[in-house]
């Protein structure tokens, strides 16, 4: 699966132009993940990978709009037709000024203190990741795993162990190049 999680990533996501990155960065290297995760196969792929690393405590996946958005969907679908009933939210980089006013969206059936998985495509520092998990914790729920589609390999694998968490990729950037 990683094989072929790869080649969709070549052929959709990887742009060898100039680029800023979220983290402020200039880059000749992009990665929009995001290709991938909305695309069938691509969903599929990283669907199945995540649900075979998911641990066994974690009641619901997201992270971050909108690159965790499709891989929290395509996580709690995979995950029901395997039999795990899994959890997708999303959580906002601004609390709206309208609706329900919430920070976290899908929360329904979770509990305080409920363990969580946060995902997102793709990481370079991991910045909007751990302000994510921030925002999660502060809602009550417990962040227990953290995996990424990709990792570009910028400094987020070290930044995250210095904020208390573990990143997981599932393709690193030298499996792109």
Same mark, same amino acid.
Not at 9 to 23: C, H, M
Not at 77 to 84: E, N, V
Not at 99 to 123: F, K, N
Not at 135 to 151: H, K, N, P, S, Y
């Given at each position: 699966?990683?094989e072929r999680?790869i080649? =969709?990533?070549?052929?959709r996501?990887?742009?060898?132009?100039?680029?800023?990155?979220?983290?402020?960065?200039?880059?000749?290297?992009? &990665?929009?993940?995001?290709?991938?995760?909305?695309? @069938?196969?691509? %969903?599929?792929l *990283?669907?199945?990978?995540?649900?075979?690393?998911?641990?066994?405590e974690?009641?619901?996946?997201?992270?971050?709009?909108?690159? !965790?958005?499709? =891989?929290?969907?395509a &996580? !709690?679908?995979?995950?029901?037709?395997?039999?795990? %009933? =899994?959890?997708? +939210?999303?959580?906002?980089? %601004?609390?709206?000024?309208?609706?329900?006013?919430?920070?976290?969206?899908?929360? %329904?059936?979770?509990? /305080?203190?409920? @363990?969580?998985?946060?995902?997102?495509?793709? *990481?370079?520092?991991?910045g909007?990741? $751990?302000? !994510? =998990?921030?925002?999660?914790?502060?809602?009550?729920?417990?962040?227990?795993? #953290? $995996? #990424?589609?990709?990792?570009?390999?910028?400094?987020? *694998?070290?930044? +995250?162990?210095?904020?208390?968490?573990?990143?997981e /990729?599932?393709?690193?950037?030298?499996?792109?190049?």
């Amino acid at each position: 699966m990683k094989e072929r999680l790869i080649e =969709i990533l070549k052929e959709r996501s990887v742009r060898r132009e100039r680029f800023r990155l979220a983290s402020g960065k200039e880059s000749d290297f992009y &990665v929009d993940a995001r290709q991938t995760t909305l695309h @069938p196969e691509g %969903a599929f792929l *990283v669907a199945s990978m995540i649900l075979e690393r998911l641990r066994p405590e974690v009641k619901a996946v997201g992270g971050p709009v909108t690159g !965790a958005d499709p =891989i929290a969907g395509a &996580v !709690a679908a995979i995950g029901f037709t395997k039999g795990r %009933a =899994i959890q997708g +939210f999303m959580v906002r980089k %601004a609390l709206k000024d309208h609706g329900t006013g919430q920070w976290i969206e899908g929360r %329904a059936g979770l509990g /305080s203190g409920d @363990p969580v998985c946060v995902v997102e495509d793709t *990481v370079t520092s991991g910045g909007s990741v $751990l302000e !994510a =998990i921030r925002t999660i914790e502060r809602e009550g729920l417990r962040v227990v795993q #953290c $995996l #990424c589609v990709v990792d570009r390999g910028e400094g987020a *694998v070290e930044r +995250f162990r210095d904020a208390g968490y573990t990143l997981e /990729s599932l393709v690193q950037r030298a499996d792109l190049e």
